[in-house]
């Protein structure tokens, strides 16, 4: 049986996909633009965009690639569960 779009179990099931990432946090530490990420990995900037906001879970690839560009292991970029808060201990 297909789950309503606002169906809980629809909501449910779109919390456990949703991955975290630290990629906004990232480009400031290092003065990096969403244009000059974007250039770097090959894709619209307008994507860098939507990966920050939450709105678009990359590709293993594409994760690699950006865990890559920063060097530094894919954990450190993504999660599955929300990063504390900078500050939070």
């Known amino acids: ?3 309503k779009a606002g169906s809980r179990a629809g909501k449910e099931n ?5 991955v975290h990432n630290r990629i ?12 000059e990420l974007a250039t770097a990995l090959g ?31 894919v ?3 993504f999660s599955l569960e929300p990063f504390p808060r900078l500050g939070s201990t």
């Open 75 to 77: 954990e450190v970029v």
């Open 24 to 35: 906004a946090v990232l480009r400031a530490e290092r003065g990096v633009s969403r244009r």
């Open 43 to 73: 894709v619209h900037y307008q994507t860098i965009g939507y990966l920050e906001r939450g709105e678009y879970s990359p590709s293993l690839h594409l994760a690699l690639r950006i865990a890559g560009f920063f060097e530094v292991p």
């Open 1 to 3: 049986m297909p789950v």
């Open 14 to 18: 779109a919390d456990k996909e949703n």
